[in-house]
């Protein structure tokens, strides 16, 4: 009622006027979000909601498009740093050079005594540390096994690096006594087949275990003290 007044007062002092009618002040009631105060109260800010055009350009950042194109980037780069860094690689476990071979005669004159001594020697290409869990080497003469001997200390080979096991076998070897003996023979090359486990943790519990077989010769004849080199290439591994 008292809008309706104040609208017809407004229309008739506008006629006399000779102006356009407008609303008087006096007629206009105060905002009911900020009371008039120019201002929205604290305890009401998290209750109301703000609206704004739909061409307002707040609701369309420019950098949209780069921000999310540069985020896809990163994730991409990310996740293939991580693919090529953890990657399993191979691991090579091959035979090393005879370190030592000293020969000794039974009394029976029946059977020759050897005691090797040669090494492993496994080559990490990742970029990661693995475990060596155990590492065995068993010699065979013929279609006979000789010995067969373990290293179960552990080892820790470091990322694109090399680790080596020294590993010392005695070798019992019957029919052999007289060619060994024999001083017209300069070289008593013997050749034996060495086959050679490893178990290595490669990433956390994945175990990995790597065989070769490997043929090489002693001199039964007389002791060895300096490394004896490799003439024979070894077989390629075999992984399971």
Request: glycine residues 4%.
């Amino acid at each position: 009622m008292e809008v309706e007044e104040c609208n017809a007062h407004a229309s008739e002092t506008s006629t006399l006027l000779g102006i356009l009618p407008r609303h008087s002040y006096a007629c206009i009631n105060n905002c009911p979000t900020c009371r008039g105060t120019g201002r929205v109260p604290r305890d009401e800010a998290n209750r109301l909601v703000a609206l704004i055009p739909l061409n307002d350009h707040r609701l369309k950042p420019n950098k949209t498009l780069q921000y999310v194109l540069l985020s896809m980037l990163i994730c991409l780069v990310t996740s293939g740093l991580l693919v090529f860094f953890i990657f399993p690689r191979s691991v090579l476990v091959s035979n090393g050079d005879i370190e030592s071979v000293y020969v000794f005669f039974s009394e029976n004159g029946n059977t020759v005594i050897m005691n090797v001594t040669t090494s492993i020697v496994i080559e990490n290409s990742n970029y990661y540390y693995i475990d060596l869990y155990s590492t065995c080497i068993q010699v065979e003469f013929g279609h006979n096994v000789l010995n067969k001997t373990c290293f179960e200390k552990g080892l820790v080979v470091k990322p694109h690096s090399q680790g080596q096991v020294r590993l010392s076998i005695i070798l019992s070897i019957f029919g052999i006594y007289e060619y060994c003996t024999k001083p017209s023979i300069k070289v008593h090359n013997v050749f034996f087949k060495l086959h050679t486990t490893a178990v290595m943790d490669v990433l956390n519990n994945h175990q990995q275990k790597s065989t070769i077989d490997d043929f090489r010769y002693f001199d039964c004849g007389k002791n060895v003290t300096h490394p004896v080199p490799i003439h024979m290439e070894s077989w390629l591994p075999k992984r399971y």
